[in-house]
């Protein structure tokens, strides 16, 4: 099994591999040529969101952005990412629709071993994140390997999303956690 499948599959894999170094190098080229190309020239950065996440979309993505691989995002229709976004997309992300970000908002699927060793080794695990309709997510929010965000939720600014949170409420706090029904 190569490193990408192991990666794709949740298994602990190695970041470092050849394979993975040169997608992450393509994607992070992309997201240069987006973070340097005129918030003006709409055209030119819907065509580079375009290929860097691998589909036609009508995101809306601001500089600066980041992320590892690009092609495991998957955007529905409306999305909209605000400045200093990152998403580390070893295992999928995927948005529903109208899907808004704050600022400095950090989606990570990316994992470590708890052992010193094995993370000194290299060892990294993904798990997939998935964020259905109508979810907005406040400044600064850092979404965690693993969680499902239900339609219909907003997340409050500097919230740690570390487990799932479900539809139609208002969730926040270190870990976040739902505070109000939305009607």
């Known amino acids: ?8 599959t949740g298994e602990i894999y190695q970041a470092f591999d050849k394979q993975l170094v040169a997608e992450r190098d393509r994607a992070k080229a992309i997201c240069f040529q987006l973070n340097q190309t005129c918030p003006t020239q709409r055209e030119n950065r819907q065509l580079l969101i ?7 979309s ?9 992320c590892d691989y ?7 229709k409306g999305f909209y990412a605000n400045h200093g976004c990152t998403i580390l997309d070893g295992a999928p992300v995927t948005f529903g629709d109208n899907c ?4 400095s908002v950090v989606i990570a699927t990316a ?8 993370r000194a080794k290299g060892d990294e695990y993904a798990k997939a994140i998935t964020v259905g309709n109508d979810v907005w997510l406040g400044a600064n929010v850092t979404v965690c390997p693993g969680v ?22 208002v969730c926040v706090g270190a870990p976040a956690k739902p505070v109000r029904v939305i009607d």
Request: charged share 20%; no cysteine; hydrophobic share 40%.
């Open 111 to 118: 994992g470590h071993p708890l052992d010193s060793v094995e």
């Open 100 to 103: 808004l970000l704050a600022p």
């Open 1 to 8: 099994m190569t490193e990408k499948e192991k990666m794709l």
């Open 50 to 56: 375009n290929t860097l996440l691998d589909q036609e």
């Open 58 to 66: 009508d995101a809306w993505i601001e500089s600066p952005f980041n």
């Open 148 to 169: 499902t965000i239900g339609d219909n939720v907003v997340v409050g600014a500097g919230s740690v999303v570390t487990k799932d949170l479900p539809a139609n409420t």
């Open 70 to 76: 690009g092609y495991n995002i998957t955007v529905g």
